[in-house]
């Protein structure tokens, strides 16, 4: 397989990167009407998020795409001025282990899409990880920016258990619709190789 990038490819990336952007939009915005949306963002995205990432995925099977990707989120959320640290140490690092393992299970390797999915839908986590990390901080915006009744319940969901229920869901959603996008991608995937 070919490795090096072309035009075309870059330009099918970028496209579906900005696609990808309105899904996190979306599903960031979603997160204003009820704090439980917002602290299940990641699920929210890997639901719907899968159509943008595996169709690049069947036309470009070359490395830096999930970091292409989560760069435009990055570079998104600066110019909106919502790009905080624990977000930004998410999506570098998920970018990087879903980069790596694309590597070493082959970009064509359906197994390696899908786990390197499940990395990308979860690299969104930094969000609403300042609930389980800076719980009284992340209270204490929510009243600012929300409402206090917003604030109430999000002090109600600062447990760990929390964060892991919505970690077990993103990864649960991330397989599911891999499932269903293997399904309706079945025949780009077949013409990229990708088994």
């Known amino acids: 397989m070919e490795q090096h990038w072309k035009l075309k490819d870059l330009g099918l990336t970028i496209v579906f990167s900005v696609i ?18 917002y602290l299940f963002v990641t ?3 890997a639901l719907v998020a899968w159509l943008p990432y595996m169709y690049v995925m069947a036309k470009v099977p070359k490395a830096g795409v999930v970091l ?5 989120v990055a570079i998104a959320f600066v110019a909106f001025g919502e790009l905080a640290n624990l977000l930004l140490g998410s ?44 719980s009284d901080y992340a209270i204490s915006e929510a ?9 109430e319940i999000l002090s109600t969901l600062t447990s760990p258990w929390f964060m892991v229920l919505a970690i077990a ?3 649960v959603i991330s397989i599911i619709v891999g499932v269903i996008a293997k399904k309706v991608y079945n025949k780009q995937f077949a013409n990229a190789g990708i088994m």
């Open 20 to 37: 990808y952007f309105a899904v996190v939009l979306a599903a960031t915005i979603m997160g204003g009407i009820h704090p439980l949306l």
């Open 68 to 72: 292409i990707m989560n760069l435009f």
């Open 143 to 151: 009243s600012e920016e929300m409402s206090a009744n917003y604030a």
């Open 43 to 45: 699920a929210l995205i």
């Open 169 to 171: 869901a993103t990864v």
């Open 91 to 134: 999506l570098i690092a998920c970018s990087i282990l879903a980069e790596i393992i694309r590597k070493w299970a082959g970009y064509k390797n359906y197994k390696g899409i899908m786990m390197s999915y499940i990395l990308l839908s979860l690299s969104n986590i930094g969000s609403p990880l300042y609930v389980w990390v800076f």
